[in-house]
């Protein structure tokens, strides 16, 4: 017959820690309250019924025989359990709550947990002093072992994976946009570049929605190549684009760009995010692609909105589009920080991103509902009090390109030019079919006296009666 372990009693310091970590439940429910009754938001029953609940738990905690019973439950609990399990199901419960898996409970229960193991650690001290010791340098080199290959992984690893399971992550309002907050190096055999994405889920610097006085604001909605992922931070032609106008009057070029995105979601990045910052001119870039993925809900990097046609309006459909891109696993700010979880990530959520997309729409369709986009586009910007200009960078592309043109005239869309630049091999000017930092910086001084122009011209009307006049 086996006897069972010793348990020595808890000490004072050590029960009083237990005491707290059972009342860390009722201590989250009443601060959850708190917090929303203070914000002057919706209270609601269920944050009131746990708070009630936390009052009645505490209470029963706290009376002689409630202290005693966690007393005698901790004992057993630390006898044989210890602080590194309670600490590692503190970290797991924090985790999920982080991903949303569970809700507050989790986050109570991870409190509790994480008080638990503090209690478990230091009755360990007082009971065990040279075994506690030798758990905690092992866990230290445990953790010091995991943390240098959370670098490794982000130094070694990450970087060659593709922009797609780097940066991409899904919104319900676009399909996707870039990961909030990261700040990452893309490397392949052509390009290293290091990208930045702010907390927006853009590549273009932080900046409030107000705008500062006397400053002129250009926002720009396009594809990847008005991300720019093929140069680092400073040499995208919107950053070089900026440096350029600001020798002549305060300037600030915000990027919507985002890559895969067609003309609809441009659209819907000016309507939800663009006209916030109050811009006196937007510029659409557009791509040769853009047509056919206007009227389709798919693209390879995940589920779209689209515009459906019915004579000459566009109707959204398609939304809040539906995750099927992130696992759920993971918190935001936990991807942010370790290189580990995104890579868990990036591998978790491949299964469910369907890449064989098939391009089946009707030309005549697809541009059709392509001038409408523009139309309402501009429509749109023009009630804001700005102009909105255009280029198109196909510039191999004959058919598309002259189309993108001719869509721009018919609605009195400024066109830019950048057609001029390629005074080398044109080749010479690209990375995987965007430009390089060559590319960038000429199609930014390019673009510099015609953007000039525009802003210093005023008013979106005598913008349009000086378009006219030069036709």
Same mark, same amino acid.
């Given at each position: ?19 707290? $970590?059972?009342? $860390? ?6 601060? @959850?309250?708190?917090? !929303? ?15 009630? $609940?936390?009052?009645?738990? !505490? ?14 439950? !901790? ?13 590692? $199901?503190?970290?797991?419960? +924090? ?15 991870? +409190? ?21 010791? =030798? ?18 992984? =982000? ?23 870039? *990961? ?47 991300? /720019? ?17 600001? *020798? ?5 070029? &915000? ?59 566009? +109707? ?34 491949? /299964? ?49 390109? @002259?189309?993108?043109?001719?869509? +721009?005239? @018919? ?9 001029? &630049? ?50």
């Amino acid at each position: 017959m086996t006897a069972s372990p010793v348990r020595p009693a808890l000490s004072t310091r050590t029960r009083a820690c237990a005491v707290l $970590a059972c009342l $860390a439940p009722a201590a989250f429910a009443a601060t @959850r309250l708190a917090s !929303a009754w203070r914000a002057g938001g919706d209270v609601g029953a269920p944050r009131v019924l746990a708070a009630a $609940a936390g009052v009645v738990w !505490a209470v029963c905690v706290l009376l002689p025989r409630g202290r005693a019973l966690v007393g005698e439950l !901790a004992s057993a609990l630390f006898a044989y359990v210890g602080f590194v399990v309670l600490g590692l $199901a503190a970290v797991a419960a +924090f985790v999920l709550a982080g991903a949303d898996v569970g809700g507050p409970p989790i986050a109570a229960l991870g +409190f509790a947990l994480a008080l638990g193991s503090l209690a478990a650690y230091v009755h360990g001290l007082e009971t065990a002093l040279g075994a506690t010791l =030798r758990r905690t340098v092992i866990v230290g080199l445990n953790l010091l072992a995991l943390v240098a290959l959370d670098i490794g992984v =982000r130094v070694l690893v990450l970087p060659s994976k593709s922009h797609n399971n780097l940066f991409i992550v899904h919104d319900p309002k676009l399909g996707w946009k870039l *990961r909030p907050g990261a700040s990452l190096t893309h490397q392949n055999e052509l390009f290293t570049a290091r990208e930045t994405i702010n907390s927006l889920g853009f590549r273009t610097a932080e900046r409030p929605f107000d705008k500062p006085a006397g400053t002129k604001r250009v926002v720009v909605v396009g594809d990847s190549h008005s991300e /720019a992922y093929t140069v680092d931070d400073g040499e995208t032609w919107l950053v070089v684009l900026e440096r350029e106008l600001s *020798r002549n009057f305060p300037v600030e070029v &915000i990027s919507l760009g985002v890559g895969g995105f067609s003309n609809d979601q441009e659209l819907l990045a000016y309507l939800h995010y663009g006209r916030r910052f109050a811009p006196d001119l937007v510029i659409l870039q557009t791509c040769a692609n853009d047509p056919e993925f206007n009227v389709l809900d798919h693209y390879w990097r995940g589920k779209k909105p689209v515009f459906e046609r019915h004579g000459e309006l566009l +109707f959204l459909t398609g939304t809040p589009v539906p995750d099927v891109r992130s696992s759920g696993i993971f918190s935001r700010e936990l991807m942010q920080l370790s290189g580990l979880a995104l890579l868990a990530e990036t591998i978790a959520r491949q /299964a469910a991103i369907r890449r064989d997309v098939e391009v089946a729409a009707d030309p005549g369709e697809a541009w059709r509902v392509t001038e409408l986009l523009v139309r309402d586009l501009a429509a749109l910007v023009r009630a804001d009090g700005a102009v909105l200009a255009g280029f198109d960078v196909s510039t191999k592309n004959v058919d598309e390109h @002259r189309r993108f043109r001719e869509i +721009f005239a @018919r609605q009195s869309v400024p066109s830019l030019d950048v057609d001029a &630049i390629y005074v080398d091999e044109w080749k010479s000017y690209f990375h995987e079919g965007h430009w390089n930092e060559k590319g960038q910086r000429a199609a930014a001084l390019a673009l510099a006296p015609q953007v000039r122009a525009l802003l210093s011209r005023g008013s979106a009307s005598a913008i349009e009666a000086t378009v006219r006049e030069a036709r």
